[in-house]
Antibody, heavy 123, light 107 residues
Framework: QVQLVESGGGVVQPGGSLRLSCVAS????????MHWVRQAPGRGLEWMAV????????HYPDSVKGRFTISRDNSQNTLYVEMMSLRPEDTAVYFC????????????????WGQGTLVTVSS | EIVMTQSPGTLSVSPGERATLSCRAS??????LAWYQQKPGQAPRLLIY???TRATGIPARFSGRGSGTEFTLTISSLQSEDFAVYFC?????????FGQGTKVEIE
């Protein structure tokens, strides 16, 4: 079965950086686009980034463009997000999520999710 | 950015009763809409995509309908495991956006 396991969360000071990882199993990782979605404490969901199955295409919302970088290592079945210039409003649980479309660029909904990793930005 | 607005914020329902949740988009999203269920401390789970298609393993008591800007999720007979928060999400435009959620609680 599909498993996504995030790691790398923690407490970071404002202006700091952090890299999150998501290890995938149970499916052919290199065939699917992957996303990061975050959820601030007690709040709703916010889509953060997507990367194509081959890593050549990436999209971000304006709220993180230029600060967050999504990447992947298909040889290690691992998805990453590098977060820089972190702000208190970036405090959230960060989920990785799988795109449903195999080897195409649909970037639609999220058919499997990890359990998330908490990032706290605070001095 | 397309704003997704869900109503009501909280829905109090007795087990066995029907629950109808609404989701409105600020612009037309065609049929590019999904619904998720989230329980406390858990990741969201995909319920419905393409407005009305149930995801793998989702019981038939969950149904979706709508198009354009108005969508509904209906749970025909609430079971104890259905009490949770439900989110809608559009994937017609960038950025992908979610509603703020509807909490379904036991009356």
């Amino acid at each position: 079965q599909v498993q996504l396991v995030e790691s790398g969360g923690g407490v970071v000071q404002p202006g700091g950086s952090l890299r999150l990882s998501c290890v995938a199993s149970g499916f052919t990782f290199s065939d699917y686009g992957m996303h990061w979605v975050r959820q601030a404490p007690g709040r709703g969901l916010e889509w953060m980034a997507v990367i194509s199955f081959d890593g050549t295409t990436k999209h971000y919302p304006d709220s993180v463009k230029g600060r967050f970088t999504i990447s992947r290592d298909n040889s290690q079945n691992t998805l990453y997000v590098e977060m820089m210039s972190l702000r208190p409003e970036d405090t959230a649980v960060y989920f990785c999520a799988k795109d449903p479309c195999r080897r195409t660029s649909c970037y639609t909904y999220f058919d499997h999710w990890g359990q998330g990793t908490l990032v706290t930005v605070s001095s | 950015e397309i704003v997704m607005t869900q109503s009501p914020g909280t829905l109090s329902v007795s087990p066995g009763e029907r629950a109808t949740l609404s989701c409105r988009a600020s612009q037309r999203v065609s049929s590019n809409l999904a619904w998720y269920q989230q329980k406390p401390g858990q990741a969201p789970r995909l319920l419905i995509y393409d407005t009305f298609t149930r995801a793998t393993g989702i019981p038939a008591r969950f149904s979706g309908r709508g198009s354009g800007t108005e969508f509904t999720l209906t749970i025909s007979s609430l079971q104890s495991e259905d009490f949770a928060v439900y989110f809608c999400q559009q994937y017609n435009n960038w950025p992908r956006t979610f509603g703020q959620g509807t909490k379904v609680e036991i009356e």
